[in-house]
């Protein structure tokens, strides 16, 4: 029985002892273990991950294009655009004299096809020259200028003569100015068109007066309430003379007129008034109510002229015209012409 016991027990460690081994054995074969750092038991190397690819360059338009003037070789699309808005937007500046005024094209009218121009740039061989087409609105450019002009013309002045109190003063002529519109939205069109911006310099045409002081001849002034013509000349006394004036019924009437007909011996012809009624013309002569000599004034029927009433000279009896001694209304004559200003004064 011990016997049988103790041959019990071998046989069980004899089990262990198998079971173990075929453990040993079997462990190698049914997984990997790695031994030392990136190998496995089999001695093989595992393959690298690959690196995603780099992403594509933008592309960039050839070497030497230009649009509108405008440099974009070696530019990405966006560059060249923001270049060319950035060259087109660029303000137009005008100057005149001492003044310099800058506006944007929008404000012009004048717009470009930008992008349409850079995509054919970006398809242009090297050096190649892209216009930019502007459109302009030549009628905007036409209205901003004859702002300009109504800020800057100035017409010319006549020199003529003033009264100040009873006595005529020269005022003197001075030359006036107008801007060269057209030449000035020319100028601006071009530079749109050429998508440059150089400073353009407005220009004007001097006006010439027509009565220069020295083309200032005699001017005449009647003092109605004394009954006096004073002849000046270039504004200095020449000679004063006693005259008749209208009555209170029919007075000389007070203003500025000029001399627009003069006559040598003229014909008396009865003005359209109750006090002429039914009178018939009175030919040149000894008998004629003018004298030899009528300055017809910027009035209609009156006039300054000689008269055979000397006696009336000095007194307020006329029916408008202004008389003279007939001498002195020939004197008178010889001295003024069409157009000689004539001041009727109350004094």
């Known amino acids: 029985r011990v016997r049988r016991v103790g041959l019990l027990m071998l046989l069980c460690v004899c089990a262990l002892a198998g079971a173990l ?3 040993v054995v079997a462990g190698p074969t049914a997984a990997s273990v790695v031994t030392t750092s990136g190998t496995t038991g089999t001695g093989t190397t595992p393959t690298d ?3 995603p690819p780099p992403p594509p360059q933008p592309r960039t338009i050839a070497a030497g294009v230009t649009v509108g003037g405008v440099a974009v070789g070696g530019k990405t699309r ?3 655009l923001a270049a060319v808005r950035a060259s ?3 303000p137009v500046v005008l100057r005149f004299g001492r003044h310099t005024f800058r506006r944007r094209p929008g404000r012009l009218g004048a717009t470009a096809p930008i992008v349409r121009s850079v995509d054919r740039a970006l398809a242009a061989r090297p050096g190649a020259r892209v216009a930019l087409a502007v459109n302009v609105d030549a009628r905007a450019i036409g209205r901003y200028v004859a702002t300009l002009a109504a800020r800057f013309d100035r017409p010319a002045v006549d020199a003529r003569y003033e009264l100040r109190g009873s006595r005529p003063v020269v005022v003197a002529d001075r030359r ?4 060269r519109q ?3 939205v020319r100028a601006i069109v071009t530079a749109l068109r050429a998508n440059r911006r150089p400073a353009i310099r407005l ?3 001097t006006l010439a007066p027509r009565v220069t002081r020295a083309q200032l001849g005699s001017v005449i002034v009647i003092r109605r309430g004394s009954n006096l013509l004073s002849l000046y000349g270039r504004g200095r006394l020449v000679r004063t003379f006693g005259v008749a004036t209208g009555s209170s019924r029919y007075p000389t009437p007070l203003g500025r007129f000029t001399i627009v007909t003069m006559q040598r011996h003229p014909w008396w012809h009865p003005p359209n008034s109750d006090w002429a009624r039914g009178a018939a013309p009175i030919p040149p002569g000894p008998g004629n109510p003018l004298g030899t000599r009528w300055m017809g004034l910027s009035i209609g029927g009156v006039g300054i002229h000689g008269t055979p009433d000397a006696a009336s000279i000095g007194y307020s009896v006329s029916h408008g015209c202004i008389r003279m001694r007939i001498p002195e209304a020939e004197w008178l ?3 003024v012409r069409v157009g000689t200003p004539v001041f009727v004064v109350p004094g």
């Not at 006036?176 to 801007?179: A, D, Q, V």
């Open 21 to 23: 081994a075929a453990v």
């Open 49 to 51: 991950p690959q690196p």
């Open 78 to 80: 966006a560059q060249a």
């Open 88 to 90: 087109f937007g660029k």
């Open 176 to 179: 006036g100015r107008t801007l």
């Open 182 to 184: 057209t030449r000035a």
């Open 203 to 205: 220009e004007s045409k």
């Open 333 to 335: 004559f010889n001295r």
